[in-house]
């Protein structure tokens, strides 16, 4: 009787853990692939604003992505499932770099709410407070340049996305504008401007 009585409990704590991350992955469902506006508010560790920023962004994978800034921090970044392309506008300068497990704490990647990814890279916790649920997400990597990911919903909606770096600096995203659905496939198709000067992870140039 204690045996089983000790197997119920840690099937029960085993339930109990797993329940944020399965609720995550559901509330992340439609997110999966979608379109939005975004602004972005950057703090260092005492709370101090380091720069403000809009956007707009669109994920059709956690591979296949766009993320543009809007002036005065003028940037391009795509993933097309094959290469990452990061352009920055004010250097007139392509940056080529490789998918690798660098995006594994992106927004995209997060988005995407693979339940495998969450569980295997993650420790996932989960409060409420009336209608809005907070979910931390902690890596158990303990090198990862991500110390800690939180996402706010208000019912079925995600309000925010906020990442802290292992500096303490913290990332708030906020979403405005969603929609839902598959975007554009144009979207995820760059082409350097001519004249650019492209650089290789490789340190190449073309």
Same mark, same amino acid.
């Given at each position: 009787?204690?045996?089983?009585?000790?197997?119920?409990c840690l099937l029960l704590s085993l339930?109990?853990?797993? #329940?944020?991350?399965? !609720?995550? %992955?559901?509330?992340?469902?439609?997110y999966r692939a979608f379109s939005a506006?975004?602004? &972005?508010? =950057?703090l260092?560790?005492?709370?101090?604003?380091i720069n403000q920023m809009t956007g707009e962004l669109a994920i059709a994978s956690d591979s296949i992505f766009y993320w543009k800034t809007h002036p005065p921090f003028s940037q391009i970044i795509v993933a097309d499932g094959e290469v990452l392309w990061v352009f920055d506008e004010d250097l007139y300068q392509v940056q080529v770099r490789p998918l690798d497990? #660098?995006?594994?704490? !992106?927004? %995209?990647?997060?988005l995407s709410g693979d339940l495998e990814m969450l569980g295997?890279?993650? &420790?996932? =916790?989960?409060?409420?407070?009336?209608t809005i649920a907070v979910y931390q997400l902690e890596p158990r990597a303990a090198d990862e340049?991500?110390?800690?990911?939180?996402?706010?919903f208000d019912g079925s909606r995600l309000l925010d996305l906020a990442i802290e770096d292992a500096l303490g600096n913290r990332s708030l995203v906020t979403l405005m504008a969603v929609m839902h659905g598959q975007p554009s496939a144009a979207l995820f198709q760059f082409t350097p401007p001519e004249g650019v000067d492209v650089i290789y992870a490789l340190g190449q140039k073309q």
């Open positions: 009787m204690r045996y089983l009585f000790g197997m119920g339930s109990i853990s797993a #329940a944020p991350i399965e !609720s995550l %992955a559901r509330l992340l469902e439609p506006d975004f602004k &972005q508010s =950057t260092d560790p005492e709370g101090s604003p497990d #660098a995006l594994s704490a !992106s927004p %995209a990647a997060i295997s890279r993650f &420790q996932v =916790t989960e409060e409420r407070f009336g340049v991500t110390r800690q990911i939180v996402l706010r």
